[in-house]
């Protein structure tokens, strides 16, 4: 009789045990954790980019390098469309290209940026969800993110990358910029002040 007991204090506590919420660790590889707190700056940041949620904004390219044909010419929106405690994603329109979203992650006390690329099926394409982590130096209203090692695996040269998304003080200018090894690469503007 006292091992049933045993037994029976021992299947209570794996039940007990199994309805606390289950988390996979994140990693490189695109497995996505949520739920964890992130620094005081970071969320001050990612509040500021979910006061935007709902609302679709033009864009203009202000630069692109040499090293890719340019967007000049082309139309471009972002769409602030899902905002979550642990995740905003912004789809990014160029042209009649839906293929780009921008994902801003609370991941393991951390706040990541990736880039998902998908084909019009949805799945993605060979180059996708690359990006990398917000570091120390930035504050409420802009953020840097160096290329993380998924990155720098994925796309060559693509460890040099750091990505700078600004929201201007007064919430009249979202920018995304890319630099590559310090040269600058791309910058977008997208005008906050007349919603689309």
């Not at 139309?75 to 979203?101: K, N, W």
């Amino acid at each position: 009789m006292r091992h049933i007991s045993i037994i029976i204090i021992l299947l209570a506590g794996l039940s007990v045990a199994g309805c606390g919420p289950r988390q996979q660790p994140a990693d490189d590889s695109g497995t996505f954790q949520a739920g964890h707190l992130i620094s005081e700056t970071h969320q001050a940041f990612f509040n500021n980019l979910a006061s935007l949620c709902g609302k679709s904004f033009a864009g203009e390219q202000i630069y692109r390098s040499h090293h890719a044909s340019g967007w000049a010419h082309l139309d471009m929106v972002m769409h602030v469309d899902v905002c979550e405690p642990d995740r905003i994603l912004i789809p990014f329109h160029v042209g009649e290209d839906q293929s780009r979203t921008w994902m801003f992650l609370a991941e393991e006390g951390r706040l990541r940026f990736r880039h998902d690329h998908r084909y019009p099926d949805g799945t993605p394409e060979e180059e996708s969800l690359y990006g990398g982590y917000a570091d120390q130096s930035g504050n409420a209203f802009v953020q840097h993110f160096p290329a993380d090692a998924y990155t720098a695996d994925l796309i060559e040269g693509g460890g040099g990358n750091i990505w700078t998304v600004r929201i201007d003080a007064d919430f009249t200018t979202f920018t995304y910029r890319l630099e590559r090894d310090g040269e600058k690469r791309l910058r977008v503007d997208f005008d906050l002040s007349n919603p689309l």
